[in-house]
């Protein structure tokens, strides 16, 4: 069997864009996480400042966001020159990296970093339930499992981070290409789901419902930029291209006889 190559299926392997990352980190043990707490601070502008207390005492460090691969490997290899026992790196709009001399100090590192950056869900209005499960009968959706889902409808605050760009890679590799929307937001009443959305959709769908609810109204948000997107865009274009095309659909002024956008 070739070299990169899965032993079951046989199918070839790509190693990770983030194998240059994990190569210039001196750690024995290397963790690399999409807190979503972590997250939350991570696409604030002003996120360094704010995680400076939080983090005070451990020896870490922030990464401004650059593109995932050699450029976030020079970005790390830069900030160890800076501080050569730095075992926590917050990666700006993408997440958190911990590193250990085993796996025990590597899990209790991350423990305790989770623990402090931990950020409380703002509370949000109920969904409309009734006229979605309504709307999911008449037009072939579903209603998520996970109702903080809906805090996409219902919170105005969730509504205007989410229209207003993307904050991280993961969300713009699932959620920016043209096509068929998993996901239908309708203002003040909630979220509906596509019928046929993926496993790996829906948990990347929760978790940004999750990240958005735990920064703060008044934050000014570092959002991804056009030229950032692009690259996004043509690093992941072949290595995701089994997944599903998709982006947010909107409905501002919901009607009975509105179908999903294609």
Not at 5 to 14: I, K, R, V, Y
Not at 24 to 36: A, F, G, M
Not at 50 to 61: F, I, M, V
Not at 181 to 201: K, M, N, Q, Y
Request: glycine share 6%.
């Amino acid at each position: 069997m070739p070299a990169g190559s899965d032993a079951t299926t046989g199918e070839s392997l790509q190693p990770s864009i983030e194998t240059p990352m994990h190569a210039v980190l001196p750690h024995r043990v290397v963790v690399h996480v999409h807190s979503i707490s972590t997250i939350a601070w991570a696409v604030q502008r002003e996120g360094k400042s704010r995680l400076t207390d939080l983090l005070a005492g451990l020896r870490w460090s922030w990464i401004p966001y650059v593109d995932s691969g050699f450029a976030l490997a020079l970005a790390i290899r830069n900030a160890l020159a800076h501080l050569p026992d730095a075992d926590v790196f917050v990666l700006a709009n993408h997440g958190l990296v911990i590193g250990g001399p085993n796996c025990d100090s590597a899990m209790r590192l991350l423990g305790e970093v989770e623990r402090r950056v931990a950020a409380a869900p703002r509370c949000f209005p109920d969904p409309d339930l009734a006229s979605l499960r309504t709307r999911a009968r008449n037009d072939g959706w579903q209603l998520p499992r996970d109702g903080a889902v809906h805090a996409l409808g219902t919170d105005p605050v969730s509504r205007r981070i989410l229209s207003c760009g993307f904050l991280y890679p993961c969300q713009a590799v699932f959620f920016h290409d043209p096509g068929i929307s998993p996901f239908l937001v309708i203002e003040g009443r909630g979220v509906l789901l596509a019928r046929d959305i993926s496993r790996t959709e829906l948990a990347m769908l929760t978790g940004l419902a999750n990240i958005i609810l735990r920064v703060a109204p008044d934050a000014p948000i570092r959002y991804l930029e056009e030229s950032e997107l692009r690259r996004i865009a043509a690093a992941n274009s072949t290595r995701y291209r089994g997944l599903p095309e998709r982006h947010v659909s909107w409905e501002f002024a919901p009607r009975s006889d509105a179908r999903p956008t294609p």
